[in-house]
């Protein structure tokens, strides 16, 4: 062996015992939740394997623990076909229709005291695994149960699920389903995050950990911090018969599976099973929604089958939200940045869901009027999946309603900060002050959203840095920001909880920085980020590519607008009057000034397909035949609509003609689908 043969071969065998070590580490913090070293030392043996692998790319591969946040940024997902379609449980909030359940099982077997396992019911994202080999292969969401997404790139951040198995008694394919969640502690410092940086916090920790799982950016994924049970195994040659051993097997390759699971042989005992947790789900570190039964037997699963939509070995019991009563004190109102005035109510402090609540949204006029709430009301207040409180009843101060004292709790008629008299549009709900252009904390919300990651991303600037410049003046309108100079910024100010904070010359310099780079924000997003009422993200794009620059959306008429796709009247009306009023006018005159964009960019149009000629046939699911047949034009091929010895490719959507087939296979041209053309393209 030379000098360079046994180097390589003793980087080869560092690189693999640094995988297992790493995976064993891995494995003993995220799935054991024990750790063994510190994450100073794990930090250094993944850098010194990522050196290897750079050094000797031989040796990729796609499983390594360095390649856990190695995807590409995903425009669209693949879709997939489950092998097995994905069914969801059926469930109920009944104990006698768990019972009946039970019993039909029990009949249609001819089987008493079958045994019945008893899971927590995880309120997250469902998914679905793919192993082979021992490698997990691919990840998918449910979809519609028979097509998901393919989110391999976004689940394989999530430390506790294992890339390659442990031990070797897995079968060689097989699936893995579960729920992804997002732990309480995780969701909460992540929400408090987002409000920090003036975005909207999500409602519930579901929510987060599917619009996280949905994400293009397997790096932002990555700080999600999410976590995954495993409760369902499937495959054509699985050894376990029961699904408890199932669940022991799963546990040994690696996974994190359901660790509070329960055979009961009787009712009672599922019964037992669901008061305790029904008690005891606040202390979990995540959210449950109930508790799922299973058959322990596989076999009873094969004899029982599924309807339509779920299967007669498995129900789930949904726990009832949790409910609290409070003395109400007081009412006050909230403005948001599109001016619409939320009432709130403020009531004496209840322990509920695990956290002491004290407010709780009333919503709006018309909710507060089903209420019928009165002042001295007692209010019931409830928490389901959401993290955010609501009220859903209110009852009434006996004395004061037998002495006929009752008195209503009246929306305000004028805005709680500026005084401005409310208004509302015909077929909506909320009142809102019409003081757009003077109204605080209207002012302060559209700055807020203009700085925004999804508006011009001026990330350096949190909401409340962005309330000091504005309450020191320092920043008066949009194109303000755009003249800031670090000696004008740096500065020590008070947050809202009043923290007192400064701003030094770094800190400046990020913002300065960030703002400078807001200059390329394509249009659609300075679109959006203008904050006109009933523009969001993907509205904001529609009138962009429909419209391509400002000077067209500004001159459009109600009717041009609404012939645009998905413009409803509503909209079109709020567009229209933004563009008539002269301060809107004047700050985007002042905007394009400072370079911002104002005008779609013209991609390019490639001659990739130069000389080629299609033929499409078919459906297509990312495009529609027209958009399909537009790329190719754009891309500089020909469109043809018959196959003839010409024709170079014959792009085959579903339900393509068997004719058009043979065609193209008696002329030996290409047949590709959907995909290859994507990929021709890019
Ligand atoms: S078993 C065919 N077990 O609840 C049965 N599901 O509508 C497959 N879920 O889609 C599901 N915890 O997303 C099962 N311990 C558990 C579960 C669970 C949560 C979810 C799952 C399913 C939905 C039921």
Redesign the pocket.
Known sequence: MTDLQSDISAAKDEIESLRKLLNRYNYEYYVLDSPTITDIEFDNLLKRLDDLEKKYPQFYDSSSPTQRVGGEINKEFKQVTHRYP????S?TYSREEISEFVKRADEALGVKNLQWVC????????VSLLYEHGRLVRAAT?GNGTVGDDITDNIKTIRSIPLTLQNDDYPERFEI???VIYPHKAFEEFNRKRIENGEEAFANPRNAASGSLKLQNPKEVAKRKLDC?L??LIGDDIKQTTHTERLQAAKRWGFKT?QYYKVADSIDGIMEFIDYWDKQRDNLPYA?DGI?I?LNEIQYWNILG?TAK??RW?T?FKFKAEQACSKLISTEYQVGRTGIVTPVANFEPVWLGGTWVKRATLNNEAWMQKLNLCHNDTLVIEKGGEIIPKIVECRHDEDLEKSHNLQRVEFVRNCPVCGAELVKEADQSGWYCPNYNHCSPQILGRFQHFISKKAMNIESLGGEKMRYLLNAGKVTDFASLYNLTTSVIVGNYQTEDGKKLSIQDKGALNIINAVEKSRQVPFERVLYALGIRYIGEVSAKTLARHFENIDNLRVAGIDDLINVEDIGLTTAQSIYNYFRNEENLAQIEKLKAAGLQFEVVKQQTDNILQGKSFVVSGTFTKFSREGIKKAIEDNGGKNVSSISKKTDFLIAGDKMGPEKRKKAQAFDIPIITEDDFINMIN
């Open positions: 994905m069914l969801s449980l469930n899971e927590l019911k995880y309120d997250g994202l469902a449910r389903r579960g729920e049970y409760y369902y359901e449950t799922v299973k599924a779920s299967p498995a789930a």
